[in-house]
Nanobody, 119 residues
Framework: QVQLVESGGGLVQVGGSLRLSCQASKSIRQINAMGWYRQAPGKERELVATITSGGITMAADSVKGRFTISRDTAKNTVFLQMNSLEPEDTAVYYC?????????????WGQGTQVTVSS
């Protein structure tokens, strides 16, 4: 089991920045992968960025060059730095942990944090 607590969302103007945080209840070095997803009203949840236990990162094409995923293993926290925000980035952002256990793969989600970009 992994509990995830997100923070850092809010209201920001176009071109602004926000940093989201996701703190895990266990060592993130023991979690196979962690990621940020987002869901805008009326749309499906989509992948934003991921980071593996080995520190390998990837980001969706729509956010490359603007968003950066990183981590602080000492604090069991993963971050999403979001720069040059656009109205299309408005969504609820969710943190996910993917962990392999004896019973197989398990996905754990945070409660979500709202990001609103105003024009």
């Amino acid at each position: 089991q992994v509990q995830l607590v997100e923070s850092g969302g809010g209201l920001v103007q176009v071109g602004g920045s926000l940093r989201l945080s996701c703190q895990a209840s266990k060592s993130i070095r023991q979690i196979n992968a962690m990621g940020w997803y987002r869901q805008a009203p009326g749309k499906e949840r989509e992948l934003v960025a991921t980071i593996t236990s080995g520190g390998i990162t990837m980001a969706a094409d729509s956010v490359k060059g603007r968003f950066t995923i990183s981590r602080d293993t000492a604090k069991n926290t993963v971050f999403l730095q979001m720069n040059s925000l656009e109205p299309e980035d408005t969504a609820v952002y969710y943190c996910k942990a993917r962990l392999y256990r004896a019973a197989g793969w398990g996905d754990y989600w945070g409660q979500g944090t709202q990001v609103t970009v105003s024009s």
